[in-house]
């Protein structure tokens, strides 16, 4: 069955932030860029919506950040020593890699995640779009936004990735007031940042993945500080309920929180013991510790 819903084209990355829990290593290189196995964290994320069909790729960074629109730009120079040493292999990893259309935007001031996704609102103009954090590497089959887009086209309007937290963790999300439940699907009723755990709606925490109706660039207008003095995007989501259609889908993924030490070494850990080529060395090596 054909959706009738206008397709999700295009996706923004809020990149611009400094990283601080990963320190030191964040304090010249933006964390996007560090790698889990052979590839960048911005890697995984842009993989991730190219396979969703995303043809769009928009980069909201901040200052010292051009490293990660670099990383997809062709190599001549690289790819061309690669194969004079006979590495043609390698070479063409480096070349054949399309990763769309990519559009770099700035946020000046670090005023949170709801003005970040604002920075790219000429960019988005009247079109649906995804949201991508790739401080959350989202590891499933299909991908995790694929999934989304997938339900999108069944339902239209708002949705946002979720999953059931701990409740002591409940104040480290944007928590979801449920209303009725299809499988994956459930409507979201209301959302509260932050809530602590005695006045949370529920333990449906919002994960770094969203698929959002251009409105809510309108809500963002108005620059309204929420939790923490900062721009939030849940508080802007939830203006839009009862206004358009508002679902959360948890989908068949693992997410790595990789803005986090302990995260970021077990989702190294994880992907490589998925591996063919490293899964067996690396279990024998644990075995040794």
Request: proline share 6%.
């Amino acid at each position: 069955m054909t959706s009738t819903f206008k397709p999700v084209r295009k996706a923004v990355f809020p990149v611009a932030g400094l990283g601080t829990r990963l320190l030191p290593a964040t304090k010249t290189m933006p964390k996007e860029m560090l790698t889990v196995i052979d590839r960048p964290l911005i890697q995984y994320a842009v993989d991730e919506a190219r396979e969703a069909g995303i043809d769009q790729l928009i980069f909201v960074t901040g200052r010292g950040k051009s490293s990660l629109v670099d990383y997809f730009d062709v190599s001549f120079e690289l790819e061309a020593t690669m194969r004079a040493k006979g590495k043609s292999m390698e070479a063409l990893e480096l070349s054949r890699a399309d990763f769309g259309q990519l559009i770099s935007v700035r946020q000046q001031q670090p005023l949170g995640l709801g003005h970040a996704v604002w920075c790219a609102r000429h960019v988005v103009g009247d079109e649906p779009f995804a949201v991508l954090l790739p401080d959350d590497l989202m590891a499933g089959t299909p991908s995790a936004l694929k999934q989304m887009v997938e339900a999108y086209n069944e339902v239209g309007g708002n949705i946002v990735c979720a999953e059931e937290v701990a409740a002591e963790k409940t104040a480290s999300y944007g928590i979801v007031t449920p209303g009725e439940s299809r499988g994956r699907l459930t409507e979201v009723k209301g959302l509260v940042e932050k809530p602590k755990p005695e006045v949370a709606p529920s333990r449906l925490g919002v994960i770094g993945r969203y698929i959002l109706q251009p409105e809510v660039m309108g809500v963002l207008d108005a620059q309204e500080p929420g939790a923490g003095g900062e721009i939030q995007l849940t508080d802007a989501m939830a203006k839009l309920i009862g206004r358009q259609p508002f679902h959360a889908v948890e989908v068949d993924a693992v997410r790595h929180d990789c803005g986090d030490r302990t995260g970021y070494v077990l989702a190294t850990l994880a992907l490589a013991l998925q591996r063919e080529d490293l899964g067996p060395v690396v279990r024998e090596a644990l075995k040794g510790l």
